[in-house]
């Protein structure tokens, strides 16, 4: 088969065949794109509503569990009055795990409250048996030692009072209270804050509770002092101390809550409401709502409570009731438990649903989903209808919601429709390129394959000239040695020794020649040893001066090689100098001899009439400065250089870029009939490589040229 019509067959097999087939499938998959985005989508959809029912359930699950096992077992025994701050430590726990849950109650089915009315309503009396003793004392001190026209005096007693290391705590307490408060009342605030401080610690400390009514109405001293520092610092716009202030007495209120007076009660609850912000503390948020129930009408409450009894169904786990217009979970009794007690969830529906969503956001938004969570029956905000792909009611008790997929971007199957027209010409688009694509490497191709076939049908006869050239040297020699017309000894001792040269020259010759028809780098092997640069130019330039007739004047220094560039006639002359105590190189003597043929050809060849070359070896530069960077390994010490130099017509800087390609000749091989098909220059830059140097070229036009070889020393 024809090259050109063989490359017809690839491109219509490997580029045109594909795109129709592809444009094809496109067509057909695209008239069908709705449905199957719709069926992708909804087995998507369903994945995710199955993963987000059962995770609903086990979270329901949990929350039964955690009202049974936590909650209603604290309350079960009815002859043990229930442990009001564990069980509000409980209700805060199950509201932040489940922060849709408003408020927790617990009944029994008599109508008796227990949660959250389970706070003493203690209130003390006018005296008591421990009024005497350590307060009886500082009565006595107070009568004593306070003058009212004195107040200096009376705080410097109480100042005493407190060195005292055996003071009771009680006594201790109220005498920091009454110290702080008249250092407030003489405008010492840091010093009263220190008072009410200590006061706090102290009580806190020991436990200590007032049973009499003093001016604190027998309050806990630490809650008094408390109250008091937080409006000392509130007076003195320190907001922020004065809520650090607020959220202790929180703490320490809420953890004996039901103990407290009811009349400090109600004074602690008014001063958080009086703070005007709104407290993140649940169990906090559970004491004020278990004093606001206390003070209500217990047996409306029970009837109100009550009336879930009549609403319960068979079930004993959790149920979801709906009561004036509210939602609750009731957590029915396990069978057998005496007596029955119910747990009633206060639920917000709209923040559930919003709960149940979220939970499915992250695994369906990276596949294009979007998930209502509504009541039964109720259509999502964008609209149902051709928009939802998937419904899914979950488990009892949260059967009145219902999960609903949809499309996260509800224009995208109307956006899928503009995509198939525009991929419908994207197709076109590709098909035409890809028919003028193959077209134009078909004829790059075809026309590589003629530059090819032209360039080795030169080549073929430029080696054919290169081989001849040694081979009539040789025969020449061999002839002159054969009919004994040579009688020289020394001279026939020459000749022998040039037939050699020459034909290891054309042995190297025949290697170079079959690497470029090959054309594989990695076809060369090279045998590295270590010498003198030196010597190996001069033997090569010696032999190629004997090959052409030519003279090698040897010079002394760089300045006399400069001085008398032209010959002179029609001869011939080298000029060569090469420096002393040059360092030591490693190379292929093969290799670079036929580096040195090369450029020493390519220089007579392109030399005019100017029939003078120089030739030189020297000392380069070092590795780390200038263009020797290039050097792959930067631990040389410096480089020897190898430059010959030519007197010829040079060649301008876009010649002198690629002139060291393959093939490539000089403007004037044609005009100078100069023999040669362009590998010397190829073959000269690698070996270069090879041995870990550069070829550097620098001429211009009327100027000649200078090729340079650098090789890495030491």
Same mark, same amino acid.
């Given at each position: ?35 199957i985005?719709r ?45 009001f ?34 706070l ?26 306070l ?18 290391v ?22 010492q ?18 436990g ?19 109250? &008091? @520092?937080?409006? #000392?610092? +509130?007076?003195?716009?320190? =907001?922020?101390?004065? $809520?650090? *202030?607020?959220?202790?007495? %929180? ?53 109100e409570?009550?009336?879930?009894l ?20 009731v957590?029915?009794?396990a ?12 639920v ?21 989903? &979007? @998930?209502?969570? #509504?009541? +039964?029956?109720?259509?999502? =905000?964008?609209?149902? $209808?051709? *928009?939802?792909?998937?419904? %899914?009611?979950?488990?009892?008790p ?20 503009r ?10 688009l ?54 004994d ?26 290697? &170079? ?15 590295? *040893? ?11 330039v ?12 040897p ?13 002179g ?13 040059l ?21 007579v ?34 480089t ?6 030519d ?10 870029g ?57």
């Amino acid at each position: 088969m024809r090259r050109d019509v063989k490359f017809v067959v690839l491109i219509l097999v490997l580029i045109v065949a594909p795109a129709v087939i592809l444009s094809f499938l496109a067509a057909r998959v695209l008239e069908n794109w709705e449905v199957i985005l719709r069926d992708r989508m909804a087995g998507d959809a369903q994945r995710v509503l199955t993963a987000t029912a059962e995770s609903w359930n086990h979270r329901m699950q949990g929350l039964q569990d955690a009202v049974r096992n936590r909650l209603l077992a604290r309350v079960a025994d009815p002859t043990v009055p229930p442990d009001f701050p564990a069980v509000v430590s409980v209700v805060a726990e199950i509201r932040s795990e489940f922060p849709w849950i408003l408020g927790v109650d617990v009944i029994r089915d008599n109508g008796e409250i227990l949660y959250p009315v389970a706070l003493r309503q203690q209130d003390l009396s006018a005296s008591s048996e421990s009024a005497g003793g350590p307060l009886a004392l500082l009565a006595q001190a107070d009568q004593r030692r306070l003058q009212p026209d004195d107040a200096t005096e009376g705080m410097a007693e109480y100042r005493r009072m407190i060195a005292s290391v055996d003071l009771d705590p009680v006594v201790r307490s109220l005498t920091l209270l009454r110290l702080g408060d008249r250092e407030a009342a003489s405008g010492q605030a840091d010093a009263a804050a220190q008072r009410f401080m200590a006061c706090a610690d102290l009580a806190w400390r020991n436990g200590v509770y007032l049973p009499i009514r003093e001016p604190e109405e027998g309050f806990l001293p630490d809650l008094v002092a408390l109250g &008091r @520092l937080a409006g #000392l610092y +509130a007076a003195a716009n320190r =907001p922020d101390a004065a $809520e650090k *202030t607020l959220a202790r007495i %929180r703490l320490q209120a809420g953890g004996v809550f039901d103990s407290i007076p009811a009349a400090q009660r109600a004074r602690v609850v008014a001063l958080m409401q009086d703070a005007g912000r709104k407290s993140s503390d649940l169990r906090w948020e559970e004491c004020v709502r278990a004093h606001a129930m206390a003070g209500a009408d217990r047996r409306q409450s029970g009837r109100e409570l009550s009336a879930f009894l009549e609403s319960l169904g068979q079930e004993s786990g959790l149920q979801w009731i709906r009561k004036g217009g509210g939602d609750y979970l009731v957590c029915a009794p396990a069978k057998g438990r005496t007596p029955p007690t119910l747990a009633i969830l206060q639920v917000d529906a709209a923040q559930l649903a919003k709960a149940v969503a979220q939970s499915a956001g992250p695994s369906a938004q990276p596949i294009g989903l &979007r @998930l209502d969570c #509504l009541p +039964a029956g109720m259509d999502s =905000p964008g609209g149902r $209808e051709g *928009t939802v792909l998937l419904e %899914r009611r979950l488990a009892a008790p949260l059967d009145r919601l219902t999960l609903a997929a949809a499309p996260a971007d509800p224009q995208a199957l109307a956006a899928n429709v503009r995509l198939k027209k525009n991929l419908y010409g994207a197709g076109g688009l590709l098909l035409l390129a890809g028919v003028m694509a193959g077209a134009w490497i078909l004829w790059r191709e075809t026309v590589m394959e003629l530059r090819m076939a032209r360039e080795h049908s030169e080549f073929a006869a430029a080696v054919s000239h290169d081989l001849r050239t040694p081979l009539s040297s040789m025969r020449m020699l061999a002839e002159s040695l054969y009919l004994d017309r040579v009688q020289d000894p020394q001279k026939r001792a020459k000749f022998l020794e040039t037939i050699l040269k020459e034909s290891d020259r054309l042995s190297r010759l025949t290697d &170079r020649a079959l690497y470029f028809i090959r054309h594989g780098e990695g076809a060369l092997r090279y045998r590295f *040893t270590e010498g003198d640069l030196g010597t190996v130019v001069r033997s090569a330039v010696e032999t190629f001066a004997t090959g052409i007739g030519a003279d090698v004047v040897p010079v002394e220094g760089e300045a006399a090689l400069a001085q008398d560039a032209g010959a002179g006639d029609n001869r011939w002359r080298i000029r060569l100098w090469i420096q002393p105590g040059l360092d030591m190189v490693r190379f292929d003597a093969g290799a670079l001899e036929q580096v040195v043929f090369n450029l020493l050809d390519n220089a007579v060849k392109y030399s005019g009439r100017e029939h003078a070359i120089e030739v030189e070896v020297k000392r380069g530069p070092a590795a780390s400065s200038g263009r020797a960077r290039w050097f792959r390994a930067g631990r040389h010490r410096g480089t020897v250089e190898l430059a010959i130099r030519d007197h010829g017509a040079g060649m301008s800087p876009e010649e002198v870029g690629r002139i060291a390609r393959p093939y490539m000749r000089g403007r004037t091989a044609a005009e100078t009939h100069a023999r040669g098909i362009g590998l010397g220059l190829a073959l000269c830059r690698h070996v270069a490589h090879a041995h870990k140097g550069q070829l550097l070229i620098r001429s211009r036009e009327g100027e000649g040229s200078i090729f340079r070889v650098l090789l890495p020393a030491g």
